[in-house]
């Protein structure tokens, strides 16, 4: 995985000895509460915002402002 996972969502699961890694977007429910009423085509984009942040291109602050403003556009 080549994020930076700044917002600490990477997490991973196990099926018959495979391990698979995922951006789990429960884990910012707490801060960020908009998101779990969102449809999951916003989802999909912030999970993919997530596992491509490089601090370039995706950076926190663009990743924050999408979660707090989930239907405001970019």
Known sequence: MNSLNSFNTLDSFQ????????????????????????PKSKKILIENLLRLEDDKDINKGLIEK?????????
């Open 15 to 38: 099926i018959k000895n495979q391990e698979y890694h995922f951006y789990n977007l429960s884990l910012l429910e707490s801060d960020y509460p908009k998101i779990k009423r969102l």
């Open 66 to 74: 999408v979660l707090q403003n989930p239907n405001e556009k970019l």
